[in-house]
């Protein structure tokens, strides 16, 4: 157990819906990030946050957007959902922002869009 | 954008066999880090490694940030079943805040 924490686990939804991703980082962790992983395919990182404010950007979407809160949780919101949204979004967590520090994983979400 | 190329992409061994690993790169390297991931679950982190030459082990598996800083192996000795997996190589590139992934080594063991 790496101590990250997603919900829910798996997610159905439909074509042209909205669905929210809810990730809770390690205890005394302050950078969260989002990665997405198509079927058989690496690792895409999509954004990461530190202590509450937005540090780096990857190939995320101008359809998806996140947040990290106060409480230093964080949700990915997904909207406008394609077919091609489904894949496995998984939250990692880091100490600090910046070089060298370890990223651990949360067990993902797997999201299906009908 | 950046380039990890991580070799083999696939592996089928017999229990008991050492297997071994790569990931290279044309960029500099600060952090390389091996995760291994089973099916439907999340990358666990194997090992980290900080700097040029580093050899590190945990358990049966042994990793080592390359001398040029470009490149990382991974070993593990004496393969079990519960090995089986994918094992991704990550790292971070000199002046660069996000890590990079390899597309993965899925090994399969024949017991």
């Known amino acids: 157990d790496s101590g990250v924490t997603q919900t829910p686990k798996h997610l159905i939804t439909a074509t042209g819906q909205r669905v929210t991703l809810r990730c809770s980082p390690r205890?005394?962790?302050?950078?969260v990030y989002w990665y997405q992983q198509s079927l058989d395919q690496g690792l895409q990182f999509l954004i990461q946050y530190y202590n509450g404010e937005e540090r780096a950007k990857g190939n995320i979407l101008e359809r998806f957007s996140a947040q990290q809160f106060p409480d230093l949780h964080s949700e990915l919101n997904l909207s406008s959902l394609e077919l091609g949204d489904s894949a496995l979004y998984f939250c990692?967590?880091?100490?600090?922002w910046g070089v060298g520090y370890e990223q651990y994983f949360g067990p993902g979400t797997r999201l299906t869009v009908t | 954008g950046q380039q990890l190329n991580q070799s083999p992409q696939s592996m089928f061994i017999q229990e008991g066999e050492d297997v071994s690993m790569n990931c290279t790169s044309s960029?500099?390297?600060?952090?390389w880090l091996w995760y291994k991931q089973e099916p439907g679950e999340g990358p666990v982190l194997l090992i980290a490694l900080y700097k040029a030459g580093e050899l590190t082990s945990n358990g049966r598996l042994t990793a080592q940030f390359g001398i040029t800083r470009k490149d990382s192996f991974l070993n593990i000795s004496a393969s079990i079943p519960s090995d089986v997996g994918i094992y991704f190589c990550?790292?971070?590139?000199?002046?660069?805040?996000?890590?990079?992934f390899g597309q993965g080594t899925r090994l399969t063991i024949n017991p």
């Open positions: 205890s005394g962790d302050l950078s």
């Open positions: 990550a790292g971070l590139i000199q002046g660069a805040q996000k890590l990079v």
């Open positions: 960029s500099i390297f600060n952090t």
């Open positions: 990692a967590s880091s100490v600090a």
